[in-house]
């Protein structure tokens, strides 16, 4: 490892990107090059490289939420005080409301006087 250092090529677009000194696997990494792309640090064969993240949406506010590759289909996340249950559809990952319910994450509500 040099002085100035580890550096990670990114997958998404080949840029070097560097790995912070107390980074270890599991750890998000952006690459700024890839407009805000997440990537997780991982070790695989004794090396380190990076990973995608996949996000999902939050339907109430918009926010993006990194979830893990792993992560099962019907798998309840919480987010601003709201629970949602974790669909993949058509390959990507999306967010429904638990149980029929219409939650509100804290991140969407609406402000005092609105």
Do not use: N, W, Y
Not at 54 to 77: M, N, W, Y
Not at 92 to 112: N, Q, S, T, W
Request: proline share 9%.
């Amino acid at each position: 490892m040099s002085l100035e250092g580890r550096h990670l090529f990114c997958p998404g677009c080949g840029t070097d990107i560097p790995v912070p000194r107390d980074a270890r696997p599991g750890d998000l990494i952006e690459c700024e090059s890839c407009a805000g792309v997440l990537f997780r640090l991982v070790e695989e064969g004794g090396r380190e490289a990076l990973r995608l993240v996949q996000r999902v949406s939050c339907p109430a506010c918009g926010e993006r939420i990194p979830v893990g590759d792993d992560t099962p289909e019907g798998t309840i996340l919480c987010h601003g005080g709201a629970s949602f249950r974790l669909r993949k559809e058509f390959g990507a990952f999306a967010l429904e409301p638990r149980d029929g319910e219409r939650p509100l994450c804290r991140a969407a509500a609406p402000k005092a006087g609105e």
